[in-house]
């Protein structure tokens, strides 16, 4: 049985940084992008970053850029997620996903895997 499971967030205040992490496991996920989502209270859920597993391509939502890193340990199911200059926008719960491609896409609905979502709450 394949299954994501996060680890990270909580609570920090505007300007603060917080470190995610996603562990993959049930399966080789070799020739998986690793996505990351987030979904505020009230909207729908978008893109924030994703990574992919052989390749390395890399893409990031526009409200994200320079702020946050996505990178992952190559030959191990994990992927990481760092956030840095946090805004009280950027508060909500986040997840990781698993979508068999090598490359990351912004849709949630290409993504086959999903963790079970973390809180992240940034104060201002």
């Known amino acids: 049985q394949v299954q994501l499971v996060e680890s990270g967030g909580g609570l920090v205040q505007a300007g603060g940084s917080l470190n995610f992490s996603c562990a993959a496991s049930g399966r080789t996920f070799s020739s998986y992008t690793m996505g990351w989502f987030r979904q505020a209270s009230g909207k729908e859920r978008e893109f924030v970053a994703g990574?992919?597993?052989?390749?390395?391509?890399?893409r990031y939502a526009d409200s994200v850029k320079g702020r946050f890193t996505v990178s992952r340990v190559y030959g191990k199911n994990v992927v990481y997620l760092r956030m840095n200059s946090l805004k009280p926008e950027d508060t909500a719960v986040y997840y990781c996903?698993?979508?068999?491609?090598?490359?990351?896409?912004?849709?949630?609905?290409?993504?086959?895997?999903w963790g079970q979502g973390t809180q992240v709450t940034v104060s201002s």
């Open positions: 996903a698993a979508r068999k491609s090598a490359i990351p896409s912004d849709d949630p609905g290409e993504y086959d895997y």
């Open positions: 990574i992919g597993w052989n390749v390395g391509s890399i």
